[in-house]
């Protein structure tokens, strides 16, 4: 289990948010991104995050709309 401890010198490498304990993941406060924890040690690279809005209860994002982005004329 991660400790108090570690978790508060632990920061999101994305946004350098803080960052807490769900279940097997860390969690950042600010982004939202999923880091891994394997064998006690949170693994904080952006390679290994999960982006929030991935999953089976993906929420659907502001993200920019492809079809749209190239209308200008
Ligand atoms: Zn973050």
Redesign the pocket.
């Given at each position: 289990m991660i400790n108090d401890g570690l978790l508060k010198i632990l920061a999101?490498p994305?946004?350098?948010?803080s960052v807490r304990v769900e279940g097997e993941k860390i969690v950042?406060t600010?982004?939202?991104?999923r880091y891994p924890i394997r064998d006690g040690i949170p693994i904080m690279l952006l390679d290994e995050a999960e982006l929030p809005g991935e999953g089976p209860s993906g929420a659907a994002g502001a993200s920019t709309d492809p079809d749209t982005e190239t209308k200008v004329s």
């Open positions: 999101c994305a946004c350098h948010e950042c600010g982004c939202g991104r």
